[in-house]
């Protein structure tokens, strides 16, 4: 499946848990989509909310839609609309965020700003979700791994 990250594939097949790509997908159209809702969906709505692109404002208006009209199609639990941030910390090249730099730190990894910079916004999105102080996370470690921030020495 396309933009699904390595570090995923102990639940790709079946899509049990949301994926980074729709995470990031549900933060750029602000919709609060909790495990609740997807665990509802059938899978090939889940697919389609992998597949289906926000590359403009109008595909942006469509997957708010789409997700509402599965939301309200597969269960009986109501979306919350969060904010979207003007210049979210996945868009900032310019400094890394503090977030990342810690949980690297926690593993004795140092991010350049380089590689920061030369992740995709993607991969910037998944370590910011991946590093968040309140979640201990297994797959922050894989991530910099396939993301080529360090070999597999680690």
């Not at 750029?28 to 090939?44: D, I, R, T, Y």
């Not at 469509?62 to 996945?90: F, G």
């Not at 965020?97 to 916004?121: C, H, R, S």
Request: proline share 6%; hydrophobic share 40%; with cysteine.
């Amino acid at each position: 499946m396309n933009n699904l990250f390595e570090f995923e594939q102990d639940f790709v097949e079946s899509l049990r848990c949301i994926p980074m790509i729709v995470r990031y997908k549900l933060d750029s159209c602000g919709v609060k989509l909790k495990l609740e809702h997807w665990n509802k969906f059938s899978q090939e709505a889940r697919q389609q909310l992998v597949s289906n692109s926000i590359n403009t404002p109008e595909e942006i208006a469509a997957y708010r839609s789409l997700l509402y009209e599965l939301a309200e199609q597969y269960t009986n639990l109501p979306l919350k609309d969060l904010p979207i941030e003007d210049q979210p910390l996945w868009l900032e090249t310019k400094k890394l965020p503090d977030d990342v730099q810690q949980k690297a730190g926690e593993i004795g990894v140092k991010i350049t700003l380089k590689q920061w910079q030369d992740l995709t916004p993607l991969q910037r999105f998944a370590l910011l979700k991946l590093s968040r102080p309140s979640h201990e996370n297994k797959n922050f470690l894989p991530a910099l791994r396939e993301f080529k921030i360090l070999e597999n020495s680690l």
